[in-house]
Every structure is written in structure tokens, then in C-alpha cells.
């Protein structure tokens, strides 16, 4: 055992120079391994995507197999025909939400006018779970690119990260290395979502301190050269600073991280900015809108945007979202 | 004394490549499928139970080896700095190997081990991380979650440890491999 500690002791020793030497590498120059990370991504994803396609069906097999049948000396006949049509069962409750899932998501890519490819989640994070990442079976040759947004049916998921020839890796919206220009529902006020509070919650900041933010008001993407307007991000639950120069409000996002499966890649924007038409029509009037006998109704149409009073009473004409 | 170092070094190499193809393995089985589970509390961390398992079998030289080796995969696989998870496993896999000869005296010494390393490997990541990149989680998120891995590591173990010995036994190629061991030590 003498000789196996020396050794294993050298050893040991030249592995934490080397992982130390590995990591000061990249973290001064960035991105010094794309190479090799681009091959490993593209070998690991292909042979994810095969292991979620053969985990799926045995996953539903199993499930339909977990109702013991307690008298076998019955008639194995009807057992089989008990499991087959379980499993049928199973097959079509799997199908069915997933047809539910992609018809929703072309909706709220028809709503926008947004081209989007559809793909499923095929690995969440990495192996030190630390990663706020997904990784999808879609990638460069289905017209994925990195800094394309992705989406589900609820709304904002994140960004693509990464992307090879037929996967690719999407930072979430909530991961701390995420930021996502934001404006507010009815307004075109810039401000910015950022994560890192764990997966149920968003960060937003606004930069016009004048406005004031409000609990129950909604965020969607604020739309630039790369990242689509108008994607639905989340309802503001708590204003947290109301001083200094700029607004923070906690968000809660639409999209719940954990049961994540169908997303969709927006590779084409709308000629127009979609504005708040994707976000779901609010219950309108929490109060009665009794004071009709307004005279000066077209005068106030123009919603004038940081005038700081609050948007219900003082805008009759906007029931809805528009 | 050098026929004796080489015939094991042989066997050694054999134990090296299958340690890291296992341990690749669990990795791809770690996101496809664990992590896909949504288990109660926390997360199993597949990867560092199997590890630690290997470490604990083969001892500290191989733990580190292995661990380094799949530490550079993952890494290469994930988003964050190159070597953080590298660094962790190599450590996680030389520290259980140190205990290695007292394995055979107890069950609860792998138990303790395993789970211990799953902890405390958590917790590396969660400080490396922190440390490297932007904090992911705050310090009671990440003690609560190494908690969670710690008790799935040790519900994990009395079938996973058991399935190892016999497998490095039968890679080996001797019936008793502590004997085996005992008198290579003894010269």
C-alpha cells in the first residue's frame, strides 16, 4: 500500500495543477475551448437524444405495468389485453398532450407571426447541476442559431447558448449569466430581466425611475437585432426598491422550468412588433368604470407613457389588451 | 518486483478505461434521465455516487484518475469554466480512495463514504461555481441540496456497491481480490 500512496500522492497532485491550470485558461481567455466543447456537445447530444427516445416508451410500459393483476390463474389472455390496451391508453394521453402542447405553441407563434421550430427538451443542466440549461434536438441544420430565443407555449424560456449540427444548449431566463431587455404591458419603457434567484423567479429592473411599477403588472421582451418583441415573460409579484435611479421588481415567470418538454426556436421575426397581443386578455374591469360621462374621451386616447398615474382609471378607452 | 508492478499495471489500465466509460456513462444518464425525474427534494447526483463507489473499490490513484478524466467531459459538456468540476472530482475521488482498506470492515463505512462524497461533492460544485461563474445558488439552497444528494447517494449505495466489488472482481480476474491485495502490500 506504500508505494500506492507516493504514486497516488504525485498523481493527485499534478491532477489539481492541471485542473487549476485548465480553469485560469479559461476563464482569462473565454471561450478557449469552443472547439472541443463544440465536439462533445454534438457527440453527447446525439447520444441523448437516443437515450430519451428509449426512455419514453419504457417509462410509459412501466407505468402501464405497475397495476398488478392479482389472478393470474384467471385468464392470461385478458391480462395481455389489459396491459396492451393500458399502454394504448398511456400512448394516447402521451400523444394527446403532446398535440395539445404544439398546438398551443403555434398559436402563440401565430399570434406574434413568429416562425418558430418546434423541439423537445432532450437534457436539463449539466452533470453538477449548476447550469441553468436545457438542451434541445434541434440545431444548426434545422435553422437553429446561437442568440435565437426560444419559447413555449407560456412564454419566454431563454436563449440559445450553443448549437451544433443537431442539437443545441439554451440558457433559461433565470439563469445569473441571463439578461433579457424587458418593457412593461401598455408601455415602451426599456428595463431589463436578469436571473440567478433560483428558478421561479426573475429580477427586473427598469431604468426610468419616474414610472411607478405595480404589483400584477406584466413583462414582455423588448425585442432587438437578434431577440424577438413581444414574447411573454412574467407578472411582476413584488416591487422591491422604490428609490435610487432605477425600479427592481421580483417577477414571476410564465414559463415553470421543471416541466419544461416542448419548446419552439423563433427563427424568423415578424416585419412588425407584435406588441402585447401575445399576452393572455386580462380580466378587465376590477373596478366598475362608472364615470362615463368623460367629455374629453379621443384627447385621452394616447397613452403617454412614465406619466406616472396609475393605468386603470386613467385610461377608459383600453379595457382590453388590444 | 518490476513483473509484479507491470502485470498490475495492465490490469490497471483495463481498470482505468472502464471506470471512465462507466462513469460517461452516468453521465449522460445524470441529464437525460435523472435529472429528468423532478425526484422529491433535490436531485440524485449519479455520477458522484458512482465515483465514490469506484474510488472506494479501486482506491485513491484510479478515484483521481477517473474522476479528473469525466470531470474534463462534463465540463466540456456544460456551460461554465473548463476544469471546475475536473478539480472537484479528482479531489472527491482521492479522498474516498484514502479510506479505501477500511471498507471491508463495515457496511456503514461505504455508506458513510458515498454519501459523504455526494455531499460534500455538491458542495464543491456549488463553491466552485460561485467562486468561477456567477453564484447559481444561494449557501442554504446549496446545503439543503447536498443534504438531498447525500441521503439518494446513501439509499443508492447497498445496490450499486455490491454490483462494483463483484464487477472489479470478476475484471480483475481474481475470486479474492483483498488477499490479492494483501500480499502485494505485505513486500
Redesign the interface.
Known sequence: ??R??R??RL??IA??I??????T???KTGR??SG??GV??SA?GG??DG??AV?RPIGRTVSSLAHPNRYHDRADRLAQDNTGLRRQLADNAEIGRMSKQLGDLRLLADKGQYSVVPAKV????????????V?INAGRDDGVDIDKTVLNADGLVGTV??ATAHTA?V?LAC???SRVGARLERTQLLGAVAG?Q?PSTLTFTLYDASFRVQKGDRLVTFGSMDYVAGVPIGVITKVTDVGGLSRTAEVKPYVSV?TLDLVGVVVGRPATDPGDRLLAPQPVPTQPVPAQPVPTSPAAQTPVPGTGTSPGPARPGQGGTG | MWDIADSSDTVRVRTFVVAIALLAVALIGQVSIVARLGLPGGRLDLVLVLLATISLIEGPLVGAVSGFAVGVLADLASSHVLGQSALVMCLVGYAVGLVMDAADRSVVVPLAAIGGASVAGTLGYAATTSIFGAAALTGGEAVVRALVAGVYAVLLTPFVFPLLTAGSRRLSGRPRQSSGRLRRGAR
Open positions: 500500500m506504500g500506492d500512496t504514486r497516488s498523481v493527485i491532477l489539481v492541471a485542473a487549476f491550470a485548465l480553469i485558461l479559461d476563464y478557449s475551448a472541443a466543447r462533445v456537445h453527447l447520444v441523448e437515450v430519451s426512455t432532450i437534457a436539463v443542466g449539466d452533470a453538477t447541476g449548476t447550469d441553468w440549461t438542451t447558448s450553443s444548449v440558457r439563469d445569473p449569466n440567478g433560483g421543471g
